[in-house]
């Protein structure tokens, strides 16, 4: 049985508590009060603490938290406005780096990873002065970061370093950057999981009957990164033509929840040919989210992206923006019910296992399968081949039949000069 959804404590003047109303997982912190009105809370980059705005309706509290961030972000300093010296902090720098530079950089579910990386940095080398920072300090702060922290988020975190550093040389702050002295860890090749293309078969089928079936589908079939899936919109689809549009991905915000944005990169827009079984889970959402749609009946939310509203695939039974997490259990679910161990398989193990067997089990090229899933380059998708299947002993047999005299004597003799 489904678990009843739980709304949100709130107390009112008589100090009594009321349960009011909450909205659908994944929507972020927004809920209605005791009077009525609706609340919605926000984070700006490099505040600590949330911010709130109120609204006679849920439209209406979306639309100002909107505008609050953008007032907000508007409201940044500016590098004239700042007057940094190379007396001024790491910390005091870098909290107006990810203000200004960063927020106009990146995605906004990007910008708690800075945070959290910032943090990191501030932690011991946030009250050294720009001008006095030298490379073996940073280097000390690296190799103690290394001792509680991987190899990978050490080199990330040092990449955020590095890049607030540049910027303070590029505006005559400082006249090098002294990260570039200090070279990164070296980290590991990650241990994303892949399937095989029996087994990511065997996973689909398995799911068959789940809510989000089309999800997994698009994930392990077409390779779609989770948050181009569930950004995804029935104005996007042509079912009867197999195809589909990528124009939007649905990520998370910390501080936000759940917010539409674009794609991750410029590589994923664009048209997609969809398999039979894909539309055909497709066409089988479509009735599922029919019945839930008379369910809430007036309750069910309107999602507003690009000015205009739009009707996404995948939601909650009430209409709100599904949490990744719901497709990650999904997964897991289907797995575990065909045999497949669900340790460490992910949503981003359908890209994998849909990049690995195209590439080592039906030998595609790899700039094929860059377009297949969106990928800017084929390097990044190489970057994805979990293992090479038979792909070794094919290339070692080809050699051996073509170059190897003992196999294949060449009845050429080489002309000397």
């Known amino acids: 049985?489904?678990?009843?959804?739980?709304?949100?404590?709130?107390?009112?003047?008589?100090?009594?508590?009321?349960?009011a109303s909450k909205s659908a997982n994944g929507e972020g912190s927004i809920y209605r009060e005791v009077d009525g009105a609706w609340r919605a809370t926000?984070?700006?980059?490099?505040?600590?603490?949330?911010?709130?705005?109120?609204?006679?309706?849920?439209e209406e509290a979306l639309r100002r938290r909107a505008e609050a961030i953008k007032n907000a972000v508007a409201m940044r300093p500016r590098a004239?406005?700042?007057?940094?010296?190379?007396?001024?902090?790491?910390?005091?720098?870098?909290?107006?780096?990810?203000t200004t530079i960063a927020a106009l950089r990146v995605r906004p579910s990007s910008l708690g990873?800075?945070?959290?990386?910032?943090?990191r940095i501030n932690a011991t080398l946030g009250d050294v002065r720009l001008g006095s920072l030298r490379a073996e300090q940073i280097a000390t702060w690296q190799s103690e970061l290394l001792t509680t922290l991987s190899a990978s988020?050490?080199?990330?975190?040092?990449?955020?370093?590095?890049?607030?550093?540049?910027?303070?040389?590029?505006?005559?702050?400082?006249?090098?950057?002294p990260a570039d002295k200090v070279r990164p860890p070296k980290a590991g090749r990650s241990s994303k999981r892949a399937l095989t293309a029996a087994e990511a078969r065997a996973l689909v089928g398995a799911a068959a009957d789940d809510r989000l079936a089309a999800a997994i589908a698009l994930l392990f079939i077409q390779g779609w990164r989770v948050s181009e899936v569930l950004g995804l919109a029935w104005s996007d689809l042509d079912l009867d033509a197999g195809s589909a549009t990528v124009s939007r991905a649905s990520v998370y915000v910390d501080g936000v929840g759940m917010v539409l944005g674009p794609p991750k990169t410029d590589g994923a827009e664009g048209h997609h040919l969809l398999t039979p079984v894909v539309v055909d889970f497709l066409r089988r959402r479509r009735e599922a989210q029919d019945d839930d749609r008379r369910i809430a009946g007036e309750a069910w939310p309107a999602h507003i992206y690009g000015n205009r509203p739009i009707d996404l695939v995948f939601t909650t039974t009430t209409g709100g923006l599904l949490l990744r997490q719901a497709v990650a259990k999904a997964v897991a679910a289907a797995a575990e019910r065909v045999g497949i161990d669900p340790k460490g398989l992910g949503t981003h193990s359908g890209r994998s296992t849909a990049i690995t067997a195209l590439y080592t089990e039906e030998g595609l090229d790899l700039a094929d399968i860059a377009r297949y899933v969106g990928h800017a380059s084929p390097a990044t998708t190489a970057g994805y081949v979990r293992h090479l299947g038979r792909r070794p002993a094919a290339t070692a047999s080809a050699a051996s039949r073509l170059l190897d005299p003992s196999v294949n004597p060449s009845p050429c003799t080489v002309n000397e000069r």
Request: glycine share 4%; aromatic share 8%.
């Open 80 to 98: 004239a406005d700042a007057s940094f010296t190379p007396n001024n902090t790491v910390a005091e720098f870098a909290a107006w780096w990810l």
């Open 113 to 119: 990873k800075y945070s959290d990386r910032i943090d």
């Open 1 to 19: 049985m489904p678990r009843t959804s739980r709304g949100k404590r709130v107390k009112a003047p008589d100090g009594t508590f009321t349960v």
């Open 42 to 58: 926000f984070k700006v980059p490099g505040e600590s603490r949330p911010r709130r705005v109120r609204g006679r309706t849920r």
């Open 153 to 177: 988020t050490v080199a990330d975190t040092r990449t955020t370093l590095r890049a607030i550093l540049a910027e303070a040389v590029n505006l005559d702050i400082i006249e090098s950057n």
